[in-house]
């Protein structure tokens, strides 16, 4: 009984024929379709999963109580060596004042220019996940916050062995580990406001975090703090030395977007809102040039011989 107001993501297999879909809701639910085949009448169809409830096709529920944590944005999903990995933040962009439920209305510091610390379940803790999702099943039980390995802080690493994908994560000495995928926590008041997307191995997504200035007299408008986020897909670790970093001017993101341009003959990949977390200055709507490294072997997908 949660609407989906994001896109879906789609699969598709070599022949260009729809293998899975993903959906999310404002449920903080995540789910997957598994798309067979049908006869030419459009009566009989086979491999297709049981669409009848939504509990047959779900995959994790990651909302706190009374279902406050929501995803807005559809999920993006890379697929990898065994599985699918399932990325995706929560956040409500239709409710970004710091009055909004979402943060709490806390108590600004005006001697350190920010919100005091709240008491817990006193306001939303928003987050960003990697689900590893095997399509041969679904989860049992349903993957939750708890399922997944912290990756907030400390220093992380992803193995796989067997066919299976660990993520490991060491924090003051402690570690912990998943096969279900990570996770990591926003500052407080903070939510996803776009579509993540990922390249070269990297996953940007934004967000924005309301804020008040310290004497409330301020005659210019206040559009919040905007971040952009570069993570590793299957880490969550920072792709440069800082996991997020500021756009200038504030306000709610885009989400990035991707392709291929020709210049002077040569194809160059690109991405439009693709932050280097490092930089200064940086605007959701900066162009800049992606390095792809592909990994492996590559072989030719045909051969053929000269006779004489």
């Not at 900066?286 to 997908?301: A, C, E, F, L, M």
């Amino acid at each position: 009984h949660y609407s989906v107001p994001g896109d879906v993501a789609v699969l598709k297999d070599g022949s260009g024929y729809m293998t899975y879909v993903y959906a999310s809701d404002t449920g903080g639910n995540v789910y997957r379709i598994n798309v067979g085949s049908t006869d030419d009448t459009g009566t009989i169809f086979t491999s297709w999963t049981n669409n009848s409830t939504a509990s047959d096709i779900i995959l994790a529920s990651m909302s706190e109580t009374n279902h406050a944590r929501k995803f807005i944005n559809g999920p993006t999903v890379v697929p990898s060596p065994g599985f699918n990995a399932v990325l995706i933040g929560s956040g409500d962009r239709e409710h970004p004042l710091v009055t909004d439920y979402a943060c709490g209305n806390p108590v600004w510091d005006s001697l350190t220019s920010s919100y005091l610390p709240q008491t817990a379940g006193t306001y939303v803790t928003n987050q960003f996940y990697m689900l590893v999702d095997k399509p041969t099943g679904y989860p049992s039980p349903t993957l939750t916050p708890s399922s997944l390995v912290d990756v907030t802080y400390g220093t992380t690493s992803a193995t796989t062995a067997a066919g299976t994908t660990t993520i490991t994560n060491v924090t003051s000495g402690v570690t912990t580990t998943s096969t279900k995928g990570w996770r990591f926590n926003f500052g407080q008041c903070e939510q996803t406001v776009n579509e993540a997307l990922t390249i070269a191995g990297s996953t940007f997504f934004g967000t924005n975090t309301p804020s008040r200035d310290s004497g409330g007299t301020s005659c210019t408008a206040d559009l919040g703090i905007a971040r952009g986020y570069a993570v590793d897909y299957l880490s969550g670790n920072a792709t440069y030395n800082n996991r997020s970093g500021v756009y200038v001017g504030g306000g709610m993101p885009p989400s990035p977007v991707a392709g291929v341009v020709d210049v002077d003959g040569t194809k160059v990949p690109f991405c439009i809102g693709c932050i280097n977390a490092d930089e200064a200055n940086s605007s959701a709507l900066q162009g800049g040039k992606v390095t792809i490294n592909p990994t492996g072997s590559r072989y030719r997908p045909y051969w053929y011989m000269e006779g004489e």
